[in-house]
Structure formats: structure tokens, C-alpha cells
């Protein structure tokens, strides 16, 4: 299971961290955070590998949010700095069928649940 938290109310310019958790499962795979706004798709935030050498971002969010995760304890994190309110949206984490970095929506097989992140102006 994969549970994301740290969303909440932020004003613009403001930073938020989020953490997805694992349990049950140890998710030796790339990690990845997505994202979708009300009445938009979801897409691609942020990957970071399995030994966390590789990331890749959104160009949206390149310079302004970072991925990282710690496997001792099962969980992967997006620092998100200098907020936007573009940036509202349900963040989502996702754990993918590879052990390398991808932005691959379909590569991803396990969904958590999202935290919501609202940037007021």
C-alpha cells in the first residue's frame, strides 16, 4: 500500500514536502509522483530510481521541486518549492514495474492515494 500525506494550503511561493509511504510491500522499483488538477489529466511530476541516482522531471516543475526517497524506510518524498497556484492539484505516488527511472505513465502498476495540494495567489 501506498499512502501520500504532507498536502495542504499554501500561499504562493510557499514550499510543501510530501511523503509516500510503503507498507505491506517493499517497492524495490522506480518511484514516481504524478498529478492532477481539477478538470485536467493527470500527469507526470517527478521520478527517481530505484537506487535514487536517476531523477527526472516535468519541465513545469524542473528547479522548483525535488525527488528523493530513503528505502530504509520505505518511503520516497517531493520537496516542492516556490509554489505556484498552477501547482494545485492531488499529488499522486506511484510505484512502477522498473527498477530504472521512467516518465512513463504505463510503466507505473501501483497507486497510492493523493494528498491534495492547494496554492492560493
Known amino acids: 500500500q501506498l499512502q501520500a500525506s504532507g498536502g495542504g494550503l499554501v500561499t504562493a511561493g510557499g514550499s510543501l514536502r510530501l511523503s509516500c509511504a510503503a507498507s505491506g510491500r517493499t517497492f524495490s522499483s522506480c518511484m514516481g509522483w504524478f498529478r492532477q488538477a481539477p478538470g485536467k489529466e493527470r500527469e507526470f511530476v517527478a521520478a527517481i530510481s530505484w537506487s535514487g541516482g536517476i531523477t527526472y522531471y516535468a519541465d513545469s516543475v524542473k528547479g522548483r521541486f525535488t525527488i528523493s526517497r530513503d528505502n530504509a524506510k520505505n518511503t520516497v518524498y517531493l520537496q516542492t518549492n516556490s509554489l505556484k497556484p498552477e501547482d494545485t492539484a492531488v499529488y499522486y505516488c506511484?510505484?512502477?514495474?522498473?527498477?530504472?527511472?521512467?516518465?512513463?505513465?504505463?510503466?507505473?502498476?501501483?497507486w497510492g492515494q493523493g494528498t491534495l495540494v492547494t496554492v492560493s495567489s
Open positions: 506511484a510505484a512502477a514495474k522498473v527498477l530504472y527511472a521512467t516518465t512513463e505513465t504505463t510503466k507505473y502498476d501501483y
